[in-house]
């Protein structure tokens, strides 16, 4: 079992929808970050959280930590189809090299 | 961009038959990862190096192996291919540790496919 689930796992939704995608654990994390992949590629850090409950806004993305630094959400307004794309967030303890990724979230938008 | 190279981009091999994938950069970062991409499982941690001949082990290290004798080059061994190894396998460097919130910076990724 991997340290951070992220849910849903898949979300097809048209263009102009809100979402939210979550990444939960049970585990206390120092930071928590969002990548996103587009296919073929790697993926490509969206932001970074070190802050119990803080709350960071990139444009129509909205990225929350959790006030016990065990999970985040990302939520997005208005999706658009340039969206598209797998949503990783990812963890790091306050000790260590290693950065755990959760299972990962699918998004597709609809023209 | 910052200057990750995976080589191959794509191979695909027989069971029992050794693999190496390589991963080289230009930007001296200390931190060096290897990853696999499987559905469903996001990235799971393979191996990692945090210097020249100083590497760890990840959560799923069972069948791999890898080495690093320069800093630009780190280089994922499998040292016989098994059906379960196929897979998306991703290089990723960084300057800074994850404890330090270190950005990752990911390769293109290397598709294996294991026959």
């Known amino acids: 079992t991997q340290l951070l689930e992220q849910s849903p796992q898949f979300l097809s939704i048209q263009e102009g929808e809100n979402l939210t995608v979550y990444c939960n654990s049970s585990?206390?994390?120092?930071?928590l970050q969002w990548y996103r992949q587009e296919p073929g590629e790697g993926p490509v850090l969206l932001v970074t959280v070190v802050t119990g409950g803080e709350v960071k806004k990139l444009k129509r993305l909205t990225f929350q930590f959790g006030d016990a630094r065990k999970d985040s959400s990302l939520h997005i307004t208005a999706a658009q189809p340039g969206d598209t794309g797998l949503y990783l967030c990812a963890g790091a303890f306050n000790t260590g090299n290693q950065f755990y990724f959760g299972t990962g979230t699918s998004l597709t938008v609809i023209p | 961009d910052a200057g990750i190279t995976q080589s191959p981009r794509h191979k695909v091999t027989e069971t029992g038959t050794p693999v190496t994938l390589r991963c080289h950069q230009t930007?001296?970062?200390?931190?060096m990862y290897w990853y696999r991409q499987d559905p469903g499982h996001g990235l799971r941690l393979i191996h990692y190096?945090?210097?020249?001949?100083?590497?760890d082990k990840g959560e799923v290290s069972d069948g791999y192996s890898v080495s690093r004798s320069k800093t630009e080059d780190f280089l994922l061994t499998l040292e016989s291919a098994t059906s379960s190894q196929t897979s998306v396998y991703f290089c990723?460097?960084?300057?800074?540790?994850?404890?330090?919130?270190?950005?990752?910076?990911f390769g293109e990724g290397s598709r294996l496919t294991v026959l």
């Open positions: 990723a460097i960084s300057e800074l540790a994850g404890a330090n919130t270190g950005e990752l910076f």
């Open positions: 190096s945090y210097g020249v001949k100083d590497t």
């Open positions: 930007e001296n970062h200390r931190y």
């Open positions: 585990s206390v994390f120092s930071s």
